[in-house]
């Protein structure tokens, strides 16, 4: 079962999910590694603060964001039409 996610989870996942498709990962691993500075810039380019982005980036860790270490994050593809 999926967890619930907030409007604003939703509409990060939907930009999250248009970099992870043009990923050349995507097909293979079905996610995409990144830094959480590259996802606050995707954010803050459509439209969040900083402050925001960090947030919702945070609220997203375990569910799409997963630790690799080495300050890099593994971005899972999520199927929006399951929530």
């Given at each position: ?6 409007e604003?989870?939703k509409?990060?996942i939907?930009?999250?999910n ?13 996610g995409?590694y990144v ?13 969040w ?5 960090e947030?919702?980036?945070g ?25």
């Amino acid at each position: 079962m999926k967890k619930q996610l907030t409007e604003n989870q939703k509409q990060a996942i939907k930009i999250f999910n248009n970099r992870v498709e043009d990923s050349d990962f995507f097909e293979s691993d079905g996610g995409d590694y990144v830094s959480i500075k590259e996802l606050i810039n995707l954010l803050v380019n459509n439209g969040w603060s900083e402050s925001q982005a960090e947030g919702t980036i945070g609220s997203l860790t375990g569910i799409i964001l997963h630790s690799t270490g080495n300050n890099e994050w593994f971005l899972e593809y999520y199927d929006m039409e399951e929530v």
